[in-house]
């Protein structure tokens, strides 16, 4: 029997530690590449998140105080049923979110791995002890940060929910679950469903679909210490400002316009396939996409016409049915911001090499050639199949670029001087960084973040940032005896 097949998910939220109808009704989930209704979900209003939080603050210091083998444990177990249920996962994540099965398949790879290596963090050292002048002993020790939401977007929802649920929860916080509304099953319910049959206690995991309203109201709840955010960078700003007056901590993990540099010495081929990767995988609906393409002068004109040729041959179609390579956009306002900057860079000057053009919505791979640097799909993130590419006339010139962008997300490097290409990367302020490969990664045990308009820095990914990210600091002493003060 399937995850889903065994409970009362239609219409409904995961609330308390139980499937529950919303305050706020519900709404289908609708399938982009055909507009058919998978399902309904239940949408959650701020009153939901008020009951949730409280019972979340209550269940949270008894998870905190087991031992940390128990929590481990559950984590481990999350991880196994992530692969257990792949099958069932992914066709979710094909048919809600369209992305192609390898995307899919990816998605399930990283939430088993987030777990196994949140599964870590419970047996971490969690303190040090400190040197005092006076007669006691000292300590630093970490303590969960309580209840914690993150707040995950639409174009990765598994990776980009998994990567702060599973660690919030193995270091003993409770956690408040916002995924998009339009992504809600694979990024939100099925997540709730792992971690109900992983043995997680109730009231600890609590999945709130709905809108601004919602986000707000985790953000400005009492309970809440923490805000983990994945989306777009305006909606950040907005989020780290009300966080701020509410003295929360906000973890920002925004936008990105990264940039592909292929130095003068760097093999075309070579380049192309890794441009082809960062540009168009996932209907380039990744925060890492390739979004400005930096080649030099020397190797520009060859670079436009193999990327325009491969562009032309990726076949385009529903992943659920056919075996494609791009699948569809989210929805019709997605494919016309993706449109609407393609066209008005070509109107100020861009050359069409390949692509423009879309059907409902699936958006052809389109390669952009001679974009000036004002041109809105150099200038913006895209957050679509769209390939920009700009000639350069030296190193100079392509460092100037890649770090003129208000973004400082990935940064990808294609040289036959691997050494060469680390010192340029030096020089270009960005929280990413591969030599010879193109700006799409991640791994669970790598920190995971960005710099100026893409983020807070790296507030995910390994050890460390994670037990930064989602606990506090507290100083213990302890005396044999109480001292004698003067007074």
């Known amino acids: ?228 955010f994945t989306g777009s960078t305006p909606v950040g700003r907005r989020i780290g400002e009300l966080a701020g007056k509410h003295l929360k901590r906000a973890h920002l993990e925004l936008g990105g316009n990264s940039a592909l540099l292929v130095l003068d010495d760097a093999d075309v081929d070579e380049a192309v396939n890794l441009a082809t990767w960062g540009s168009f995988f996932h209907q380039g609906q990744i925060c890492m996409t390739t979004g400005r393409h930096l080649v030099s002068d020397r190797l520009y004109d060859d670079f436009v016409e193999r990327l325009a040729a491969k562009a032309g041959k990726l076949p385009v179609g529903d992943p659920a049915t056919g075996e494609v390579a791009l699948g569809p956009v989210i929805d019709a306002g997605q494919r016309d911001k993706i449109h609407g900057l393609v066209t008005a860079s070509v109107d100020q000057g861009a050359t069409l090499a390949s692509g423009g053009t879309y059907e409902d919505l699936f958006y052809r791979p389109t390669v952009l050639a001679d974009v000036p640097v004002a041109a809105p799909a150099f200038a913006d993130e895209v957050f679509g199949p769209v390939a920009p590419v700009t000639r350069v006339s030296s190193i100079d010139q392509a460092i100037e670029l890649a770090a003129a962008s208000e973004y400082g997300l990935s940064l990808g490097i294609v040289t036959r001087d691997a050494m060469r290409g680390l010192a340029v990367a030096e020089q270009i302020p960005t929280g990413i960084v591969h030599i010879n490969d193109q700006t799409v990664n991640d791994e669970a045990n790598a920190p995971f973040g960005g710099v100026r308009a893409s983020g807070t820095g790296s507030r995910f990914g390994g050890a460390a940032a994670n037990i930064e990210a989602f606990t506090e600091t507290r100083w213990i002493t302890m005396r044999g005896t109480p001292p004698q003060y003067p007074l």
């Open 1 to 228: 029997m399937g995850l889903l097949d065994s409970v009362d998910w239609q219409g409904n939220i995961f609330k308390n530690g139980a499937w529950t109808a919303s305050h706020g009704g519900d709404y289908a989930v609708v399938e982009p590449a055909t507009g058919a209704e998978l399902g309904r979900m239940g949408r959650a209003t701020p009153e939901d998140v008020t009951e949730a939080a409280a019972n979340a603050a209550q269940a949270q210091r008894d998870w905190a105080a087991l031992p940390h083998t128990a929590r481990a444990a559950v984590l481990r177990k999350a991880g196994d049923l992530w692969q257990q249920h792949a099958e069932e996962i992914s066709g979710w994540n094909v048919r809600e979110v369209g992305a192609v099965p390898g995307m899919a398949g990816f998605a399930l790879h990283v939430a088993a791995e987030e777990c196994y290596e949140a599964a870590s963090l419970p047996a971490r050292a969690i303190g040090e002890v400190l040197p005092s002048e006076e007669p006691r002993l000292s300590m630093a020790r970490r303590m969960p940060a309580g209840a914690v939401a993150v707040i995950s977007p639409f174009n990765v929802p598994i990776i980009l929910g998994i990567r702060s649920v599973a660690p919030a929860l193995a270091l003993g916080n409770a956690v408040l679950l916002k995924p998009d509304p339009r992504t809600a099953v694979t990024g939100g319910a099925l997540m709730a469903r792992i971690f109900e049959e992983a043995g997680l206690p109730p009231g600890l995991l609590h999945m709130l679909p709905g809108g601004a309203d919602v986000g707000e109201a985790l953000i400005t709840d009492p309970h809440i210490r923490v805000i983990s």
